[in-house]
């Protein structure tokens, strides 16, 4: 069965610093992966998606992320974390199959530090 | 509204009742999905609806819940004789067309509590 490991259940920035939220897949075949956003009592929000053309995604937001096969990863990043980016992040891989093939991240929690 | 709309936004009942949950999703879009967000289970899909044709329920925790829609608009999702493990945020998303790479618009969810 596929899964979705995001290495870090909390990530703690300073304002204006790089953020890295990491995510490993599983999937055998060509996965198509996901990042979306939760802010507080709030529903999903769909930063950038993968889908086999090119590796690096740019997002909403400043966020982008790169696909890596050799390494099965799909980290999400941004250059200059803001305040407004403190929030619950999901990856998220869909491998086709209908329902069968959709599989979540934990989340990662994104703390921001003034 | 613009985006897609779920009422209520907080539920709290007693343990054995029924709920009904709704979601009104975008105007247009003919695909919707309902989730549930769990502190022990994280997100998990439940259905799917292509227009009011729901294909798949293998999804849904167990018989006591159902969904449907009408029109090809508004969702309803039914949890009869509520157990206090179905507390959870229920998220409802809806799309354009059908497909899980389609892009999903969420809805702020409601937040069930079963006491």
């Known amino acids: 069965a596929q899964s979705v490991t995001q290495l870090d259940s909390h990530v703690s920035v300073s304002e204006g610093t790089p953020v890295l939220l990491r995510c490993n897949y599983s999937?055998?075949?060509?996965?198509?992966l996901f990042w979306y956003v939760q802010h507080p009592n709030k529903g999903l929000q769909l930063l950038l998606k993968?889908?086999?053309?090119?590796?690096l995604v740019k997002g909403i937001n400043g966020f982008e992320a790169e696909f890596k096969k050799s390494e099965t990863s799909f980290h999400l990043t941004k250059p200059s974390a803001h305040m407004s980016d403190a929030a619950e992040y999901f990856c998220?891989?869909?491998?086709?199959?209908?329902?069968?093939?959709?599989?979540f991240g934990k989340g990662t929690h994104l703390i921001i530090q003034p | 509204g613009a985006g897609v709309s779920q009422s209520p936004s907080n539920k709290v009942t007693e343990k054995g009742k029924d709920v009904e949950l709704r979601c009104d999703p975008i105007?247009?879009?003919?695909?919707l999905y309902w989730y549930r967000q769990s502190l022990g289970q994280g997100l998990e899909f439940l259905i799917y609806?292509?227009?009011?044709?729901?294909?798949?329920k293998s999804g849904l925790p167990s018989d006591r819940f159902s969904a449907e829609r009408t029109g090809g608009s508004v969702s309803t999702l039914t949890i009869q004789r509520t157990q206090q493990e179905d507390s959870a945020v229920y998220l409802c998303?809806?799309?354009?067309?059908?497909?899980?790479?389609?892009?999903?618009?969420f809805g702020d969810g409601t937040r069930l509590s079963i006491l």
């Open positions: 998220v891989d869909y491998s086709g199959g209908g329902a069968d093939g959709l599989t």
């Open positions: 998303a809806s799309s354009l067309a059908f497909g899980f790479l389609q892009p999903q618009h």
């Open positions: 105007s247009g879009h003919t695909a």
């Open positions: 609806f292509q227009g009011n044709s729901a294909p798949d």
């Open positions: 993968y889908t086999s053309a090119a590796t």
């Open positions: 999937s055998s075949y060509s996965p198509s």
